[in-house]
């Protein structure tokens, strides 16, 4: 299928063409790889987390991995992180909501979709109202995305955190609604946050949090775990960034 105009009067046929694109997963591997290469973000782990992550994976489980929305540079370092744990090995399978605007350029559509990027048309941008039906088909794609076994990442905040970095943004309810329309599918989907901290002149610090298992059953009590969780990694990149404490990647 044509690679449709990603515009909001567009959404149907956009998001038609993302229920099944696929991209080239050799490329996508080896782009994670280059970004690991430059960004080199510094992870650690909470007690037990990465043998449970490991765990998941081997079988299966149906993955959504939130983390916090400081700067545009953000999804270099969540690509680096991935490549630099055990998200590795779902990196070829993995959706990214991103927002529409990034879909513009050629160039840059072509990296993003290497990527496994999924447009998203943001109120902030167009206007709630406008964007409802649109809003509704890009949960609706990426439950089924994540229903026939991708892991699925979003920046839940929906926008760069222009206050305190420390403290995580209001969380949209997108995220819970997703959660649930996976469940109606048949799956059951997990949550990973990934705290995100920078320093000057400095590779970014990440706090990979033990996966929530058991979600709640409805939209807002899940984003409400979201806001939580994601809160409780942030709070641990930035104690490895004030402790200078490392654990090894993978």
Not at 122 to 151: F, I, N, Q, Y
Not at 158 to 179: K, L, W
Not at 182 to 190: I, N, Q, V
Request: hydrophobic residues 40%; positive net charge; glycine residues 6%.
């Amino acid at each position: 299928m044509t690679r449709p105009e990603v515009t909001l009067e567009n959404y149907e046929t956009v998001y038609r063409f993302y229920l099944d694109h696929q991209q080239n997963r050799f490329l996508a591997s080896a782009a994670y790889a280059a970004l690991a290469a430059r960004f080199r973000p510094q992870i650690r782990y909470a007690d037990g987390a990465r043998r449970q992550l490991q765990d998941l994976l081997r079988a299966g489980t149906r993955l959504i991995v939130v983390a916090n929305h400081l700067t545009d540079r953000d999804q270099y370092t969540l690509a680096a992180t991935a490549w630099r744990t055990p998200l590795r090995r779902a990196i070829g399978r993995t959706r990214v909501l991103a927002k529409d605007e990034l879909f513009v350029d050629p160039s840059m559509r072509r990296k993003i979709d290497m990527m496994g990027s999924i447009p998203v048309f943001r109120g902030k941008d167009h206007g709630m109202r406008a964007v409802a039906d649109a809003g509704r088909a890009m949960m609706d794609v990426s439950a089924e995305r994540l229903h026939r076994g991708d892991v699925l990442a979003i920046f839940p905040e929906g926008t760069c955190n222009d206050g305190d970095p420390a403290i995580v943004q209001r969380i949209n309810s997108g995220v819970g609604h997703i959660a649930v329309k996976a469940r109606k599918l048949g799956s059951e989907p997990t949550l990973l946050s990934l705290g995100i901290s920078y320093r000057p002149d400095a590779p970014a610090d990440v706090f990979v949090s033990c996966p929530v298992v058991d979600l709640p059953a409805t939209p807002m009590a899940i984003t409400r775990v979201v806001a939580a969780d994601l809160q409780a990694a942030v709070d641990g990149a930035i104690a490895v960034r004030s402790s200078g404490q490392r654990t090894p990647s993978r």
